[in-house]
């Protein structure tokens, strides 16, 4: 299907081919017909899957059909879990409707309200709001609600999770009766099914893709690491010839500060984004990360979700996630529109069960590889090889840095990649034997420029006793 299949005016479609995209994908293909028919819609996709435009588009349509709003009354409204989806998602009605006079704004918390009440009084006909301060707003007379045609809840299941259910109910309570409701979700929580009977009005549904599918375009591998070699093992992953731009993800603030100062002493450019941060410094770091002036992005979950920033190479999970949601939601950061990437997990023993979790949620098993200090060690030196010594040209760059299938087949093939690790279901795996691993280390020597992750150990006591340890080729 085209764009110019979905009944869209020429200004949109003419933004939408500026903006690059060739098709529809499969969640816009799916919601724009029903969402251009005014129905009520109830859609589950993550993410990345293009659901923003699935929205923004008919949304535009609609509200550039009708004249342009004159009075101070807001014609759709969206609300949006945190402050950088709302930012992201106003671009977007930006960008689609550039050619178009319909007028935007956003309306968050963390900055101060004044130029967002000016924006209000001079009249806007999309919102796009967190539900805190937008109440706020509403309840000193600024947020005129009881006009609004369309309700958009962008990332309905974050929502919840982030507490926000009452305040977006007492929103929902604001609004007429006789709207267009949409509801977007990366999972169909029960919560979030109680909560569309509550608002949607006989909605279609939209499911295009399983609640936790991962794009196969990441490449996703774990690294059983013990803690006081992750920093290291972190450097040098990032300092790796594949390692383009690279968001690292902790549990905490403190750890994320924490790895920051590391990172910052060892001369990355880098800087770090979570709920401490006041919301100007979030999107300065933002800004600096999608321009490329910082290489390294350190984030917590509550920062993390939403940034949608093209070129992301690797996401590195330096501390496992809570719950396997949130570790699809961190991983999908990565190989934006298409595009492909690494998310490689540091775990230790006390992670097995999580990692449980995790495979049972995406339905596959997880590649694992078990680092040692001296295989942090080799690295380094074939970092250091690959540095002095002119580089060879290959056609297909390193393979561990690199999920693409060609790629990876010719990682399989090379006996220099091969690496200790923990058993893993899903791949071909052989016990280890002194040959194969004096085999690996002698290659791996004498091509280092190709193999950054080679990691070989011949010998060596696992820190997690009680894994049976094999080898299988090594794909990053
Ligand atoms: P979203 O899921 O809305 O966060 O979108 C993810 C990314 O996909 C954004 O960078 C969009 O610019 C991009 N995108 C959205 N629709 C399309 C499309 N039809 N073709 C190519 N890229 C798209």
Request: contains cysteine.
């Amino acid at each position: 299907m085209q764009f110019q299949n979905l009944s869209l005016n020429a200004s949109i479609l003419r933004a939408v081919a500026e903006e690059g995209y060739d098709n529809p994908t499969p969640i816009q293909e799916a919601a724009i017909p029903l969402a251009l028919a005014g129905d009520d819609l109830l859609a589950t996709a993550q993410t990345g899957t293009g659901k923003t435009a699935a929205f923004s588009l008919p949304i535009l349509e609609r509200l550039s059909a009708k004249p342009a709003n004159r009075g101070r009354h807001i014609r759709a409204l969206v609300l949006a879990p945190t402050r950088e989806l709302a930012v992201q998602i106003e671009d977007s009605f930006r960008n689609y409707g550039r050619h178009l006079r319909v007028r935007t704004a956003v309306v968050l918390g963390g900055v101060s309200p004044d130029p967002q009440i000016k924006a209000l009084r001079q009249g806007v006909d999309v919102v796009v709001a967190t539900p805190g301060r937008l109440l706020d707003l509403y309840k000193q007379g600024h947020a005129k609600l009881d006009r609004v045609q369309v309700l958009v809840l962008d990332e309905g299941d974050r929502m919840l999770d982030m507490g926000f259910a009452p305040d977006v109910r007492r929103i929902v309570g604001t609004l007429p009766r006789d709207r267009q409701t949409m509801l977007f979700s990366a999972t169909l929580s029960s919560d979030i099914v109680k909560l569309s009977a509550d608002i949607l009005r006989n909605p279609s549904s939209v499911a295009v893709t399983p609640a936790a599918s991962v794009s196969t375009n990441i490449v996703q591998s774990v690294m059983f690491v013990e803690q006081a070699n992750k920093r290291q093992l972190l450097r040098e992953i990032l300092r790796a010839e594949g390692t383009q731009r690279a968001l690292v993800f902790t549990r905490t603030k403190h750890r994320a500060n924490r790895v920051l100062r590391q990172l910052l002493s060892e001369g990355f450019a880098a800087d770090a984004i979570h709920s401490n941060k006041s919301q100007n410094a979030r999107q300065r770091a933002l800004n600096a990360f999608h321009g490329g002036r910082i290489k390294v992005l350190v984030a917590t979950d509550i920062a993390a979700r939403g940034i949608d920033v093209d070129g992301i190479s690797h996401v590195i999970n330096y501390e496992m996630p809570d719950d396997p949601e949130s570790y699809v939601h961190r991983i999908g950061r990565t190989a934006r529109a298409g595009a492909s990437g690494h998310a490689i997990s540091f775990a230790c023993e006390d992670h097995a069960f999580s990692l449980i979790d995790i495979e049972s949620f995406i339905g596959h098993t997880l590649n694992k590889q078990e680092i040692l200090p001296q295989d942090i060690a080799s690295l380094k030196t074939s970092q250091q090889d690959r540095a002095r010594k002119p580089q060879r040209k290959t056609e297909s760059p390193s393979p561990s840095l690199t999920p693409d299938a060609s790629a990876r087949g010719s990682a399989q093939r090379r006996s220099a990649n091969v690496v200790k690790t923990m058993e893993s279901e899903n791949s071909s795996v052989q016990e280890a034997s002194p040959l194969a691993a004096n085999e690996s280390r002698t290659v791996a020597e004498a091509a280092p420029s190709t193999a950054p992750f080679a990691l070989t150990r011949p010998s060596g006591k696992s820190p997690f006793p009680g894994r049976r340890s094999s080898e299988v080729p090594a794909v990053g």
